[in-house]
């Protein structure tokens, strides 16, 4: 079969794989350098039934596209720095309701209004704990258009296995930059729908009370079962409780249905790894770089190599350590002031081996400047 | 069904102080209900954080309590995709035009289906008293210990300039009106706006030292006049109640099934 070959932009691959895992409500506010999704969508979407909202603003659309995945629809928005600020409140209220949706952030530069137009990775620590309160929470990244594809995909099938909010973090570059993507036939990629419960009319249904393996299967909101919603710490019925047991159980719920399933959600790729002295770890645009500058070196005969991550959070800290491990040195490359090289020297055995190569100035940092921050950190000069 | 069929037994008494007008509203809403002889699968209520937005948790329908300020967003996500039901989004005043303002006159504008009852206390209720946009000058709260220099909105003209096509007002003394208009409003196609004018004894009643409840009640008997009255030009301070604006405007759901329309009519 011919394959369907596209050359087109990061924001408009995210909206392709959106579509592809089924999404069926959008709601946003426009903001650059994520704009392009929007625009996209508010043509794509009615074309196969869906709707597309453009909301008063980033809080409306995010509590928007929370209504209707109760209903049953998947959902999305996007957005960038600012509006993603403006969310925070509302990501709280998906995480305690536990309802699936997916949340991009294309990266600019902050804070406040900062650098629209420019990449940066400054809201990597943003997307962990943004919003208030104990929490988990899957935040996913990708580097080329392909994986960025997957990575969509892939966010909507976590949404909906763990009833949680994901949140895909990319940035300018990869939003923006045109690359060639091969879309994925039908049925290519598995695609995950949420658990719904088998309960017909009439029989009780508990929104809150979870399964033996732990899983709580929805009702869509407005059909056959009526039960409550809220934002309060709630007992199985869904209804407000402050009573100590069920707070710590709940607490304990959230946070562990993410963090224990650490294994599961890891995403990563590596490159020349096998035998690598100097490990560079990155992920989105900044792998980019960091990918040509550990081929460059590998063809100079220098033992170089490349643990790109996919998945941010849960911070995938033992396939880091393990990764790592025979290492000696680790060069985080990232655009911001070091928030992943933090997890990074938590990781591994010995975090003086960990060093940072980033840039914060609006630009994709480049080849040259890992290159001449990995001859200086090995003693070499410039 | 009966009134008492739509409630959540399990889940009275209520968190609501002796007198608060809060109460009064559940009563007479879940009338109106009655009156349209409506489902309980039919009806989604969704509703901010205050006092007011824990009527939410009391009536067995679909029920969504979510963050202060915005509901009307999280019913506009619920009512695109469930078209069918009935929205209900009971708000503080608070809730409704401080923080929520904002989503309260874009909902209106897109005259999207959903029923919004403003139940006006002027006080912020559950955080103790402190002034809303709708205290009016001069009166008193836990954060205006000398006097509220803000001036407060009038819902009615707000609603009207915004684009609602239901635009009603009442009090927690006149129930009757009540049951009615709230009838009205919610077989209203398109976005309908009810102000409730009601009372909180414990803040706004204490710190405005307006007496009791009955006193408080009894103060929107003697102090409004029905919409359109003769009272109204002998006595221009008197709050006029009733039906202010009921109009027949394309609804947003149905709009956006002709978006849907053409977007399909243009892949041929
Ligand atoms: C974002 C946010 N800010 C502040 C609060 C605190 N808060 C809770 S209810 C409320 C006001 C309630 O007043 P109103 O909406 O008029 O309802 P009432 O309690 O009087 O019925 C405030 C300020 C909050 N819950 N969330
Ligand atoms: S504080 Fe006021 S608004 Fe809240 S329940 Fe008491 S009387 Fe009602």
């Known amino acids: 079969m011919k394959k369907n070959i596209k050359f087109i932009q990061g924001n408009e691959v995210c909206v392709e794989a959106a579509l592809y895992a089924g999404l069926d409500f959008f709601a946003g506010y426009p903001i650059t350098p994520s704009t392009e999704i929007s625009e996209h969508l508010s043509k794509r979407l009615p074309e196969k039934g869906g709707k597309f909202l453009q909301m008063e603003d980033e809080i409306a659309s995010l509590c928007a596209i929370i209504g209707a995945s109760l209903t049953g629809c998947k959902v999305l928005t996007a957005t960038s720095g600012p509006g993603f600020s403006l969310m925070q409140e509302a990501l709280g209220y998906a995480i305690m309701?536990?309802?699936?949706?997916?949340?991009?952030?294309?990266?600019?530069?902050g804070p406040s209004t900062g650098n629209p137009t420019h990449v940066s990775q400054g809201d990597v620590n943003q997307a962990r704990w943004g919003t208030?309160?104990?929490?988990?929470?899957?935040?996913?990244?990708?580097?080329?258009?392909?994986?960025?594809?997957?990575i969509t995909v892939d966010a909507f099938n976590l949404a909906e296995t763990y009833r949680t909010p994901v949140i895909l973090l990319f940035d300018e570059v990869i939003?923006?930059?045109?690359?060639?993507?091969?879309?994925?036939?039908?049925?290519?990629?598995?695609?995950?729908?949420r658990l719904r419960t088998s309960l017909g009319e009439g029989i009780d249904y508990h929104p809150y009370l979870p399964r033996e393996d732990g899983r709580l299967p929805m009702s869509d909101f407005g059909g056959v079962h009526r039960y409550n919603v809220t934002g309060l710490f709630h007992d199985m019925w869904g209804f407000p409780s402050d009573n100590p047991q069920v707070v710590h159980g709940l607490i304990r719920h959230l946070v562990d249905k993410i963090e224990n399933n650490v294994h599961q959600i890891a995403r990563f790729k590596e490159f020349f790894m096998e035998d690598a002295r100097t490990v560079l770890v990155?992920?989105?645009?900044?792998?980019?770089?960091?990918?040509?500058?550990t081929k460059n070196r590998r063809a100079r005969g220098e033992r170089v190599g490349l643990l790109e991550l996919q998945s941010l959070w849960p911070f995938p800290s033992h396939i880091v350590r393990e990764k790592c491990a025979s290492a000696q040195k680790?060069?985080?490359?990232e655009m911001n002031v070091g928030q992943i090289l933090k997890e990074v020297k938590n990781a591994v055995d010995n975090p003086e081996k960990v060093f940072l190569a980033n840039r914060v100035d609006g630009e994709l940092i480049t080849p040259t400047d890992i290159k001449s921050i990995m001859r200086l950190i090995h003693g070499k000069g410039v | 069904m009966a009134v008492k069929d739509y409630i959540r037994k399990r889940f009275f008494p209520h968190i609501w102080c002796p007198g608060c007008g809060h109460g009064i509203v559940l009563n007479n809403l879940l009338r109106a209900i009655e009156k349209l002889k409506l489902k309980k699968n039919e009806i989604v209520m969704t509703s901010g954080i205050g006092c007011s937005s824990r009527i939410s948790g009391y009536v067995d329908f679909h029920t969504l309590h979510t963050i202060h300020g915005r509901a009307l967003c999280f019913a506009t996500g619920v009512k695109m995709n469930r078209p069918e039901l009935k929205l209900i989004v009971p708000m503080g005043d608070g809730d409704a035009l401080a923080i929520g303002g904002n989503h309260f006159i874009h909902a209106a504008r897109r005259n999207i289906d959903i029923t919004a009852?403003?139940?006006n206390n002027r006080i912020y209720g559950m955080t103790g008293g402190q002034f809303s946009p709708l205290s009016g000058y001069g009166t008193k709260g836990t954060t205006a210990p000398f006097m509220n220099i803000d001036h407060g909105f009038d819902v009615v003209e707000l609603s009207k300039a915004a684009g609602a096509t239901f635009v009603a007002r009442t009090s927690t003394y006149h129930v009757k009106q009540m049951v009615d208009i709230l009838a009205d409003a919610i077989d209203h196609k398109g976005f309908s706006v009810v102000e409730i004018m009601s009372q909180c004894p414990t803040y706004f009643g204490r710190k405005n030292k307006l007496g009791g409840a009955t006193d408080m009640m009894t103060f929107y008997k003697d102090h409004t006049t029905p919409?359109?009255?003769?009272?109204?030009?002998a006595n221009p301070e008197l709050i006029e109640r009733g039906i202010f604006v009921h109009e027949d405007l394309p609804e947003y759901c149905n709009e956006y099934d002709k978006v849907i329309e053409m977007a399909k009519a243009s892949l041929k």
């Open chain 2, 117 to 119: 009852i403003i139940m």
């Open chain 2, 227 to 233: 919409v359109g009255s003769k009272e109204k030009k």
């Open chain 1, 97 to 109: 309701a536990e309802i699936p949706c997916v949340i991009v952030n294309v990266q600019r530069g």
């Open chain 1, 330 to 333: 680790v060069i985080v490359v």
């Open chain 1, 282 to 293: 990155s992920y989105g645009a900044a792998a980019r770089s960091a990918l040509h500058i």
């Open chain 1, 132 to 150: 208030h309160g104990d929490h988990a929470i899957i935040v996913l990244t990708a580097s080329n258009h392909q994986d960025l594809f997957n």
């Open chain 1, 175 to 193: 939003g923006h930059m045109r690359e060639k993507l091969v879309m994925p036939e039908k049925g290519e990629i598995e695609l995950v729908d």
